[in-house]
């Protein structure tokens, strides 16, 4: 049974910064792109990042790019999302999930297993 752990979330102020851990305990995503998603309250899940089975291409979703960053250590079976300067449209339910192939996807139905997610509230 694969299990995806977040960790890492919080309440925290607009302007500061928050890391997000995904730990794969069953290391069943070591050859697949693995991402970040999130989802606010009445709305979509929506992609946040992605990273390749290597880490050695990424993508980001407009609204993050140049303040978060995703990467991982295939062999500790981890993936973190830093997050810099925080905004309260920041404030989510965060989720880590492993891809069906080795590349990135931004498409959730490229997605096969999901963590139960982490909250990020950012206060004004």
């Known amino acids: 049974q694969v299990q995806l752990v977040e960790s890492g979330g919080g309440l925290v102020q607009a302007g500061t910064s928050l890391t997000l851990s995904c730990t794969d305990s069953k290391r069943t995503s070591s050859n697949n792109g693995m991402g970040w998603f999130r989802q606010a309250p009445g709305k979509e899940r929506e992609f946040v990042a992605g990273i390749n089975w290597n880490g050695g291409s990424t993508s980001y979703a407009d609204s993050v790019k140049g303040r978060f960053t995703i990467s991982r250590d295939r062999y500790k079976n981890t993936m973190s999302l830093q997050m810099n300067n925080l905004k309260p449209e920041d404030t989510a339910t965060y989720y880590c999930?492993?891809?069906?192939?080795?590349?990135?996807?931004?498409?959730?139905?490229?997605?096969?297993?999901w963590g139960q997610g982490t909250q990020v509230t950012v206060s004004s």
């Open positions: 999930a492993t891809a069906l192939r080795a590349s990135i996807s931004s498409a959730k139905t490229d997605y096969k297993y």
